[in-house]
DNA sequence: CCATATTTGTCACCCGCTGGTCAAGATGAT
DNA sequence: ATCATCTTGACCAGCGGGTGACAAATATGG
């Protein structure tokens, strides 16, 4: 999962940074509305935390012209602690959710979790495909009910997949969920991965389309 | 299914052309009007894609020129974010479908899907012929209910055959469908894939017109 | 703070599929 | 019968994808 962070405050961006990928997110950070509203348009986030408190434009600027544009993703807006109106002026720009500054952290990743599970279209933090089944909550894996690990890498590429299951999810976009910007974008990373974890939960759960990409079979299995 | 792409920026033309390939068209790029305009007039294409602002000639321009020339093929009009004249104005001149910069090519690709659907009259993305469904959407393929693997080249050409159900397609028309601008034109790959995809989807779908082409049966046929 | 284990990404090699060519055989039209 | 057109099996080069091994980076533990 990829998110992008807009906060002109440059520690508190940072750290945030950190911290969340630390859960297991790539992020990308800016600092300021301009850039931050251009990367929003051009690059595909899972979930989108913005600072109303923005130097050049306003947060709800941005915000406005993102849901103008016809951009999807969840935004958890940042108020400051008072700002009521804030709030509610956030709400109608199209905001998700909202969290007063100051916060605690635990709390901006439970809040994203369950916007970027809304988002997708689950019901539940409990995911599964098959045998597999993948708790964002607790960031478990079991296949049967047996507990598996998986390393971090392994992890966010199952649950990328498992989010949009039965969709065919191309190579390039694996990469740019699972990684920020900057990365090198030929190389056969994704492929090695995918042989790794299916090495750990069995070779039928990722199905490859040639030449298109990947896929977790929907449980639309017919019979009779 | 054949696009041109007209887009003098270099790095983004290359870019959509890689991402559109991906998503199974053949595509033309041209950087500027004068060649762009050329190739629209005299190659068959089934959408095609035109960024305003050209060097030497006008993208609306180019535009009317090719509906004087009676050319009906679905335009979809890049434009700046904020010039709202150049979308009425595109919408004037002819376009189909207009879509603002910076834009996620994800985007792009649903409202091409969609241009390229309602100009061959087919009001949904499912589309049927006897017992075989194909799904635009997923690029899945079903017969009497089960699903089929088509390898990418073999989906094409069915692909163009039902999107004009009922109409008789020249080798010719399909190759130039199918291919872009640099191809063989005279080998007998056609034919070749129209015997896999009997194989794989039963002899009657595809019916031979000796001396003209292919087509796919409207369902109407009845014997009397 | 060093030693060790684990993880991550790169590379090289392999394999099977796919797309396209060819040529021989089948099928139709005249 | 003759000729053109279409079908189909065989063949092969190239590509996309899978995988083991290695090296760098990072975490773990004494």
Partial sequence: MRLLIVEDEPTLG????????GS????????????????????DYDAVVLDLGLPE????????????EGRTFPVLVLT???????????????ADDYLAKPFQTEELIARLRALIRRSTGNASSELTAGP????TRSGKVTLDGEPVKLTAQEY????????????????????????DQDFD?????????????????????ITTIR??????EDPEERVG
Wanted: aromatic residues 8%.
């Fill in 14 to 21: 940072q750290q945030l940074k950190t911290t969340l990928e």
């Fill in 24 to 43: 297991g997110y790539a992020v990308d950070l800016s600092t300021d509305g301009e850039d931050g509203h251009f990367l929003g348009s051009t690059e």
């Fill in 57 to 68: 434009i306003d947060g709800l600027t941005v915000l406005g012209m993102w849901r103008k």
């Fill in 80 to 94: 400051a602690r008072d700002s009521w109106s804030d709030k509610v002026a956030g709400l109608d720009a199209g």
């Fill in 132 to 135: 597999v089944r993948l708790d």
């Fill in 156 to 179: 966010k590429l199952l649950s990328y997949l498992m989010h949009h299951k039965g969709k065919v999810v191309s190579r390039t976009e694996l990469i740019e969920h699972i990684y």
């Fill in 185 to 205: 974008r030929d190389s056969n990373t994704i492929e090695v991965f995918v042989t790794r974890i299916r090495k750990k939960l069995g070779s039928d759960v």
């Fill in 211 to 216: 030449g298109l990409g990947y896929s977790l």
